[in-house]
Structures are given as C-alpha cells and as structure tokens.
C-alpha cells in the first residue's frame, strides 16, 4: 500500500498542526506493506524527515500561500496525486487542504473544532467544507468534542469520523525533581519564580487570556502571594488587547508575556511552575493540559471543549466566563497542598496512556482499514 501524506496547511513546521505531522511522521510504525511518500511545498523537502527516519517527498511548485494552497487542492489535487499512484492519502492540515473531489481515497485529519472557525459564518465555506468531509473516506477526529462538532453542527455522518488522540512526548514531557533556582533561565529569558503558566498563542478571545489576567488579578489582590503569570506564546490577531488588559492591571508587573517559545524549551517551563492555568473554551486537542500533566504539575482548567475529555479526573474546572470562579481555582491549585499533591500524582499516570507511538500505530490502523474499504 502506497500512503500519500500532504503536507501542505502545516505551516512548515511551525505551528501546533505542524509540530503535530512531525511527530506523527516519526511514529509511524514500520511496516514491509506499507510505503510512505510526502508531498506539499518545495519549502517542506527537510522538514519532516528525521535523523531517525526518511520519507520520499515530491515538491509542489506554487506560491506559498494559504489562497493558492486551498486553489490546488480544489482544482490540481485529485489529478496530482492518481498519478502519483498512492492507493490512498492523508490530509493532515485538515478539510482547508483537502480535495473537493477524491478520485484516490483520502483521510482528513481534523484537530480543531471546525464549526467556531472564523470563515463558517460564510455559507460558501460552510457547503464547501460538508462537501469536502462528505466525501473523503475518512475522517481523523482529534477527540470526542471535535466529532460531536462535526456530526451536531457541520453534518457528517458518525460513521464516517475515527477517534484518534494526539500524542505527547514522554521523552521531553516528564517531571525534573532539581529545579530548585529563584529564576528560570532559558535564554533569552530569565523568568523570576514561583509563576504560574498558560501557554497559547495570542489568538482570539475563546483562549481566554483576558479573563485569566483578570481572575490572576483578584488572586493577588485576595492572597498577597509573590506568584507571577507567565504566558508563553507567541503574537495572533488577539495580542493588542491582552497587551492594553495587562498594562491596565493593577498586578502589571507581575505578568510577563514571552512572545513565541520554542516547543523543546516547554517542558522546563512547565515544570518551573507552581501551576498550569488552561481557560481556553473550544480547544479540540488539549496538549498543554497533558504536557504540563506529564510534567507532574497540577493544572486548572475550563470545563469546556475538549479538556474535560484528556484531563478527566486529574484538574481542578471553572467556568472560564465567571473570573471569580477562576480566581478561586487558581488560589486552591496554588495553596492546597492536598490538591496539589493529588492532581500532580495522579495526572502523570494519567497521562501514559497518552503517546506519538499510540497516535502513529491508530493513523495508520484507520489508513489500511479505509484502504481496503475502498476497494
């Protein structure tokens, strides 16, 4: 069986969706059945492959671009990849970067909760996304939320959609038992301890960072504790106003925003802290609850999208809309002992049973089985 995987939509690498394809690519498990070729971006050639693993990939000659991207697929894609041969291929950016016909079975990999997209409020984008989803061959759900939105809101058939998690890498996401500094160093930053942590990019108002800055403030105002609030991530159309909350905060300098941090520097920066604060409302995936988790660091989050899915019993939830909810949550998570104790024990196990090598082995499960129901 010969497996396309596109990697266009996946932003080089960069972001969360491609940081997701690298790790996929290097856990999927080998197989003498089954060949593996990419193709995307001419940008992508280096990308994906690994000191630990090599793929045969074909560039694709076009702007690099979003527009000219989604062009392709809708127009050049099913063309390109029959006459590449590939018995069935996976679009891991997700339905944007997917074919609006299939004349080669295709997986469409969906991690985010599609119906809260920015462009669904276009009923052109509405009945172009349900056509793409309604005819693939399958689609990769990110959890259950994901799945409940797409059956509930877009349209599409249960039976069509696979549940499969993604990974977290236990190999970088584990508790360290030696930091023991008053600062944390990784340069450029020197991040000043005890903090409190919430990674996200400066995104749109469902990350809930304004809200957080303000729970954070009536924190400090109630308990006079030295903790500061540390968000890691980098600038996104969302960033002025959190930058205008912050100045306004009466707690101003207690709150420092890195701007974008490299994903190998995260699990340092999880473990350095006190506490992982998660107020996000509509995330599909949920990997910063895991990885600060699988850092043995107890998490406080929205009982929204899909965290009280990979969380289960192992955080403290508020209602991210209700700052004073938050700000009892975050005083608990900071000052119970108990708590503390039992969430950090409790969600390093938890977190187990959540790895790349289970998401490669289950992707690659749904490929063959589609495959063969294709045929």
Request: charged letters at 20%; a negative charge; hydrophobic letters at 40%.
């Amino acid at each position: 069986m010969k497996v396309g995987v596109d990697t266009f939509g996946c932003d080089h690498g960069k972001s969360g969706i491609g940081l997701y394809l690298m790790s996929l690519l290097a856990n999927f498990p080998q197989d003498d059945n089954v060949v593996i070729e990419l193709f995307g971006s001419e940008l992508d050639k280096y990308v994906y492959n690994s000191n630990t693993r090599y793929f045969d990939f074909s560039g694709v000659s076009i702007p690099d671009s979003k527009v000219s991207e989604i062009m392709w697929h809708s127009t050049r894609a099913p063309s390109f990849v029959q006459k590449k041969n590939y018995d069935i291929v996976l679009y891991a950016g997700g339905v944007r970067y997917a074919p609006a016909s299939y004349k080669t079975p295709g997986v469409i990999v969906v991690n985010e909760v599609i119906s809260l997209s920015a462009d669904y409020v276009n009923p052109m984008y509405q009945w172009y996304i349900k056509k793409n989803l309604n005819h693939c061959t399958t689609i990769i759900a990110s959890s259950q939320y994901v799945k409940k939105d797409l059956v509930s809101v877009v349209g599409v058939s249960a039976d069509k959609i696979e549940i499969v998690y993604n990974g977290i890498d236990h190999s970088l996401f584990y508790p360290r038992t030696d930091l023991n500094q008053d600062y944390l160093d990784i340069q450029p930053f020197a991040i000043k301890r005890p903090y409190i942590i919430y990674a996200s990019r400066l995104n749109d108002a469902s990350k809930k960072h304004i809200e957080l800055i303000k729970a954070f403030s009536l924190f400090k105002k109630k308990t006079g504790l030295p903790h500061r609030l540390v968000l890691a991530g980098s600038s996104g159309p969302y960033s002025n106003e959190i930058h205008k909350v912050c100045a306004e905060s009466d707690f101003a300098s207690d709150i420092f925003l890195t701007g974008y941090f490299p994903h190998e520097s995260l699990p340092l920066l999880y473990s350095s802290a006190d506490a992982c604060i998660v107020p996000a409302v509509n995330e599909g995936v949920g990997l910063p609850v895991l990885e600060a988790l699988a850092c043995g660091v107890p998490v406080a989050c929205s009982k929204s999208g899909s965290l009280p899915e990979v969380a289960g019993k192992h955080a403290l939830y508020f209602d991210s809309d209700d700052i004073q909810d938050m700000a009892s949550c975050i005083e608990q998570i900071i000052t119970d002992e108990a708590t503390r104790r039992n969430l950090a024990e409790g969600g390093i196990d938890w977190t187990k049973r959540f790895s790349w090598e289970k998401t490669g082995s289950r992707t690659l499960d749904v490929l063959v089985r589609a495959f063969k129901e294709s045929r």
